[in-house]
């Protein structure tokens, strides 16, 4: 089976500062891993996935991920925090080769200050 | 046209209702899937349908009944809740179940459903 964990139930950041929402997994064969948002009263959208092919990967809004075997991480980073990014990040793990039925942590509730 | 719609955007229902949710995607996906989500808490997956035809269900109470009617319309019937039930009620899609298949899935905004 496999799981993540997300450090922190809340991140709080200034405006242009660098936002880092860590994401550790827990599989016992090559995992697939992903982010979503939710802005609030909305969806989940999908901010990037890792597949297996390059450990860095860029999303949308700017926001990026690296997978680290080794650490067993997939930590998502900013350069710079807009206000518009406040909201709910969840971090995913499903099985490479696997069906797309992501499990998800708990969230990471992202906080941007003026 | 990258949209998942659903309907109605609010619920509210008595314990004795009958009420339905609709999920409509024009991708071409064939998976779709119904989520739901209580505050502050990450999704629950309930249900996810391959082609059309049930492949998931996890252990979902019977009050709760899918229906995928077609490739692009997913429905979830409601039957005799309780306020335990009130939640938001999220579909998505994907262009198949497997990862190695599918870019990426899709979300709607979700129906915030209110049991009385």
């Known amino acids: 089976a496999q799981s993540v964990t997300q450090l922190g139930s809340h991140v709080s950041v200034s405006e242009g500062a660098l936002v880092l929402l860590r994401c550790n997994y827990s599989?016992?064969?090559?995992?697939?891993l992903f982010w979503y948002v939710q802005y609030p009263n909305q969806g989940l959208q999908l901010l990037l996935k890792?597949?297996?092919?390059?450990?860095l990967v860029k999303g949308i809004n700017g926001f990026e991920a690296e997978f680290k075997k080794s650490e067993t991480s997939f930590h998502l980073t900013k350069p710079s925090a807009h206000m518009s990014d406040a909201a709910e990040y969840f971090c995913?793990?499903?099985?490479?080769?696997?069906?797309?039925?992501?499990?998800f942590g708990r969230g990471t509730s992202l906080i941007v200050h003026p | 046209d990258t949209e998942v719609t659903q309907t109605p955007k609010h619920l509210v229902m008595g314990m004795t209702n009958k009420k339905s949710l609709k999920c409509e995607q024009h991708?071409?996906?064939?998976?779709m899937y119904w989520y739901k989500q209580k505050a502050k808490k990450p999704p629950e997956l309930m249900f996810v349908?391959?082609?059309?035809?049930?492949?998931i269900n996890e252990s979902v109470p019977s009050r709760f009944s899918p229906e995928c009617p077609n490739s692009s319309l997913l429905n979830l019937h409601l039957h005799a809740l309780q306020p335990e039930d009130s939640a938001l009620y999220l579909c998505?899609?994907?262009?198949?179940?497997?990862?190695?298949?599918?870019?990426?899935?899709?979300f709607g905004p979700g129906t915030r459903l209110t049991v009385l």
């Open positions: 998505a899609s994907s262009q198949d179940v497997r990862v190695d298949l599918t870019d990426t899935q899709y």
């Open positions: 599989s016992s064969v090559p995992p697939y």
């Open positions: 890792y597949t297996s092919a390059a450990t």
């Open positions: 995913a793990v499903s099985v490479a080769g696997g069906s797309y039925i992501p499990t």
């Open positions: 991708m071409g996906h064939r998976a």
């Open positions: 349908y391959s082609y059309e035809k049930l492949s």
